[in-house]
């Protein structure tokens, strides 16, 4: 029997125990922290959507997929129940149960459109999603059924990691007279893992593509700094900023990381502000992910702040690092060897550095800073002009 439920049934939660800690909470505006209004807006047009989102980081996790409409996100339809995606299988037995569910979701909405009055619980519910004897917008609303995968489980994780380096990010971000809650962004990129992948070719922490990295970054045969999470921060702050200055919105910024400058100061042209572009426009491709970015954004940041004000929350730790500029080509052994530091930790301390320079087939390049342990000054006292002492 296909794992199926409504909403209103118990729900199967696979969460940590301070995920059921988040959720003990009320909505109250004395315990849900938000971002500073003037700047991160909420606007009365977005709330079903944050709320919606927040619910994914917070409420329900991989092994869960929620059945929503995807112009309506108030309108869940079901939660499917699936089996560990890392169990032999998954794919299909979970495939299996999205289709089942959604079909049944199908079969319901044909039904109500073709007038039949609603006769179990399951479809009076659905029923009272939408506006009364308009049977139209049943059979429209079976086009618009979309599977979003939980994340609570992940999102956990990556509150866990930002520990690591949420206080350095915001420092960059105030460097540049940017808002330090910026830095809550790669909970919706990457949830904080320097080695995310996307199918569209983005990496890193901050999800640049290649073409975008080499505006910013080095990006080539020997260095990928989309790896580098300090180094892609800085490049994220530049991106932002160019992007406020044109826009002139922190909505409108947000959305344009996703969807690209060009294409916000085109929706901008033909909209006019942030929340007609959100209700109305739908050219190229601004589609949903575009359309919910921002969005995710505010649910991501209110989440991730709410979650790290549990006692004892196991954030990793910042570790204090250094920074040497290179003064010549040098082979990766002949540092390691100096500086008497382990491959690991190195290569740990340097993800920027490809296979050809790890293997040794490439030397390091000139005036590139690597990344160092801080004990490692008292094997090799570093040139004053070519290294730095710095917590990252």
């Known amino acids: 029997m296909v794992a199926f439920h409504l909403l209103r049934s118990p729900q199967l939660v696979f969460a940590y125990a301070l995920v059921a ?19 991160f807006p909420l606007y009365p047009c977005l709330r079903t959507n944050v709320k919606f989102w927040e619910n994914i980081y917070s409420r329900y996790s991989t092994r869960q997929g929620i059945l929503h409409d995807t112009d309506d996100l108030g309108r869940v339809y079901a939660i499917v129940d699936l089996v560990d995606w890392e169990s032999a299988d998954a794919a299909r037995i979970n495939g299996e149960r999205i289709k089942t569910a959604k079909d049944r979701i199908n079969d319901i909405l044909t039904r109500l459109g073709s007038g039949t009055p609603p006769r179990t619980a399951e479809e009076r519910r659905i029923a009272g999603l939408f506006p009364p004897k308009q049977r139209a917008i049943y059979h429209e609303a079976r086009e618009n ?19 690591k380096y949420l206080a350095q990010f915001k420092r960059i971000f ?37 073409s975008t990295g080499k505006e910013y970054m080095t990006v080539n045969e020997l260095i990928d700094e989309r790896y580098d999470p300090f180094i892609a921060t800085q490049a994220a702050a530049q991106l932002l900023k160019g992007n406020y200055e044109q826009l002139q919105t922190w909505p409108l910024a947000l959305t344009a990381y996703n969807h690209g400058r060009t294409g916000m100061l085109r929706a901008v042209r033909q909209a006019g502000n942030y929340e007609n572009i959100f209700r109305s426009y739908d050219q190229g491709s601004f589609k949903f992910a575009s359309r919910n970015f921002y969005s995710e954004f505010l649910a991501a940041a209110r989440v991730a702040i709410r979650m790290g ?49 790890i293997k040794g087939e490439q030397a390091i390049p000139q005036s590139y800073q690597v990344r160092l342990p801080v004990a490692s000054r008292g094997k090799v006292r570093p040139n004053r002009r070519s290294g730095r002492s710095i917590r990252t």
Do not use: C
Request: charged share 20%; aromatic share 10%.
């Open 145 to 163: 059924v979309r599977l979003q995968l939980g994340q609570s489980d992940r999102f956990y994780e990556g509150v866990v990691r930002s520990g």
């Open 21 to 39: 800690f988040y959720l003990s909470l009320t909505w109250s505006s004395a315990i849900v922290p938000v971002l500073a209004a003037e700047k």
């Open 309 to 357: 004000k549990a006692p004892r929350f196991p954030f990793e730790r910042p570790e204090e690092t250094m920074t040497v500029r290179l003064a010549q080509d040098m082979p990766v052994n002949r540092l390691r060897t100096l500086y008497r530091v382990s491959a690991d930790n190195f290569n740990r301390l340097n993800p920027a550095l490809l296979s050809p320079v």
């Open 174 to 210: 105030a460097a540049q007279g940017l808002p330090p809650e910026l830095a809550y962004l790669p909970h919706v990129e990457s949830s904080f893992n320097p080695k995310a992948h996307s199918k569209a070719g983005a990496a890193g922490l901050w999800q640049f593509t290649r």
